[in-house]
């Protein structure tokens, strides 16, 4: 069943406008997420449930994976065969192997192969498709679950939030949450429906292009006039007038280091 959008909070003002702006920006510039992105992994020439059953491998493959090391593991699975009757028969250290590139490249072959076993025995081969099912599959969150949902079924029953939408929701002022599941529940609490499914590709490449983890580029942000991190952190020295400003201070710390010795090869400092 659908969950309904919740209506209580107050939506943050000018919402409407940053998503414009950052929609504005993302046409400008292409980013990983949107030719690589985990739901693009799929061998679409594969019959619906197999593809969806590499969907839903890719996205377990993705948390903190850059889609380009995604998309390299994903083109080793699919070299091999990439069906659960395949991942069922291949060793749990032969696919480590397959997918080292990634992180936690052990955990995720362990849990492949445990959802695996589940969706070929219990739901024969097919990815389930209500959002219960799927976070019961091991090294399913909800994430990959909502994300699964939409990609595989178009059924939407949530905000999929990783990184770039947890950090960006704070940076805009739009949540105030230390996890990714407060910023789905608080997002999802203003943020109309129709919504929900874009948000994440909108936010997930503009992170990846703009409002970077490290170094966002506040400088030429649309956004910046609505954006309460972003105000602040423009008047902040850039990293390139750190190091200037670092070196400044070196060299007048080896300057002062220096006088000692001026001053003992200088005639008056023996009086
Ligand atoms: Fe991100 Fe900076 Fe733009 Fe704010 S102003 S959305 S922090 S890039």
């Known amino acids: 069943m659908q969950k309904a959008a919740k209506s209580a909070a107050k939506a943050p003002a000018n919402w409407k406008e940053t998503i414009e702006r950052i929609i504005k920006m993302r046409k400008a510039k292409t980013a990983p997420v949107d030719t690589k992105s985990p739901g693009k992994l799929a061998d679409r020439k594969e019959d619906a449930d197999v593809a969806n059953y590499q969907t839903l491998v890719a996205l377990m493959l993705s948390p903190q994976t850059r889609d380009e090391a995604t998309a390299v593991a994903m083109d080793k699975l699919k070299e091999h065969g990439l069906t659960p009757k395949s991942m069922q028969e291949i060793a749990e250290t032969d696919l480590a192997a397959l997918i080292h590139n990634v992180s936690f490249y052990r ?59 947890h950090r960006i929701s704070n940076r805009l002022g739009w949540v105030k949450s230390r996890k990714p599941e407060e910023t789905e529940a608080q997002l999802e609490k203003w943020l109309p429906k129709t919504w929900w499914e874009k948000v994440n590709v909108l936010l997930v490449g503009f992170g990846q292009e703009i409002c970077r983890p490290i170094g966002p580029k506040c400088g030429e942000c649309e956004a910046l006039e609505f954006c309460p991190f972003g105000q602040e952190n423009i008047k902040k020295p850039s990293a390139a007038e750190r190091r200037r400003a670092n070196k400044r201070t070196h060299s007048k710390v080896r300057g002062s280091a220096s006088e000692p010795s001026k001053a003992r090869s200088s005639p008056a400092s023996d009086i």
């Open 107 to 165: 955990n995720k072959a362990k849990y492949i192969k445990k959802t695996t076993d589940i969706i070929a025995d219990k739901y024969k081969g097919k990815v389930p498709d209500t959002l219960k099912s799927l976070l019961a599959l091991p090294g399913v969150g909800k994430k990959i679950a909502h994300l699964t949902l939409q990609i595989c079924y178009k059924k939407c029953e949530g905000i999929a939030v990783d990184t770039h939408v």
